[in-house]
C-alpha cells in the first residue's frame, strides 16, 4: 500500500487522522501523517487492518443491498451526525463502527438505493 493509497482508505472511510492512527494504527496522529505522506514506511499490520476493514465494508453493503432487494416498503438507513447519537442506538460498538456505518449509508444513498433519515 502507497502513502496516497493509505490516505485515500482513511478518507473512504471517512476517518480524521487522529481516530485513524487511535483505532487503527495504534499510534499518534503525527506518526500516522508521516505515513500518509510517505516519510515513514506503513506498517503491515496497518495495510491488514485497512484491507479488513474494506472487506468488511463490502461484506455489509452486500447484506444491505440483499436485504433491500428482498424489503417490502421504504428503504431508509440511519446517518448519524455524531457519535453521540450512534451510540444512544449501538452502545458496544466504537467510532470505528460508526465511521465505517457513515461510509456505507453515504454509498447507498448515492447509488440511489436508500434514503438517509
Known amino acids: 500500500m502507497t502513502n496516497i493509497e493509505l490516505q485515500a482508505y482513511r478518507r473512504f472511510f471517512m476517518l480524521k487522522v487522529a481516530e485513524a492512527s487511535e483505532f487503527i494504527g495504534n499510534t499518534t496522529a503525527e ?3 508521516n505515513w500518509e505522506q ?3 514506511a506503513i506498517p503491515n499490520h496497518v495495510i491488514e487492518a485497512m484491507k479488513n476493514l474494506k472487506k468488511r465494508r463490502q461484506d455489509k453493503i452486500a447484506a444491505i443491498i440483499a436485504d433491500i432487494n428482498n424489503r417490502i416498503g421504504s428503504n431508509n438507513i440511519r446517518y448519524f451526525l455524531t457519535f453521540a447519537d450512534f451510540k444512544k ?3 458496544s460498538l466504537t ?8 461510509s456505507i449509508a453515504t454509498e447507498l ?3 440511489g438505493l436508500e434514503a438517509l433519515c
Open 31 to 33: 506518526v500516522w501523517h
Open 38 to 40: 510517505g516519510k515513514e
Open 109 to 111: 444513498y448515492f447509488r
Open 95 to 102: 467510532v470505528l463502527d460508526w465511521r465505517l456505518h457513515q
Open 89 to 91: 442506538i449501538n452502545p
